[in-house]
């Protein structure tokens, strides 16, 4: 059982940064990699990226890499999502994930943060 709180979500200009978090509690030695992911209005769920809990291996989409960075402080329980050079296409509410095993499925979801940029 583990809960994530998503935050650090707002306004900015196209070319700005935001980073958000995404603070986990609960049973976290279960987990085995945080994600984010992020719905536009009218689109569907998309993948961001992810860190794996324990060697931090990160990945990401073809649509941030270079300009997102995913980290986490093991001792703050904690995943953040640096954003840089922000799009008006990066538009969404992002939401944080765990995964419990290996595999693609996340079996935690935070109630997600809106990340809003402008053009």
């Known amino acids: 059982q583990v809960q994530m709180v998503a935050s650090g979500g707002g306004l900015a200009q196209a070319g700005g940064s935001l980073r958000l978090s995404c603070a986990a509690s609960?049973?976290?030695?279960?987990?085995?990699?945080v994600g984010w992911f992020r719905q536009a209005p009218g689109k569907e769920r998309e993948f961001v990226a992810r860190?794996?809990?324990?060697?931090?291996?990160?990945y990401y989409a073809d649509s941030v890499k270079s300009r997102f960075t995913i980290s986490r402080d093991k001792a703050k329980n904690t995943v953040y999502l640096q954003m840089n050079s922000l799009k008006p296409e990066d538009t969404a509410v992002y939401y944080c994930a765990v995964s419990v095993t290996a595999g693609a499925r996340y079996n935690y979801w935070g109630q997600g943060t809106q990340v809003t940029v402008s053009s």
């Open positions: 860190i794996t809990w324990s060697g931090g291996d990160t």
């Open positions: 609960g049973r976290t030695f279960s987990t085995y990699a």
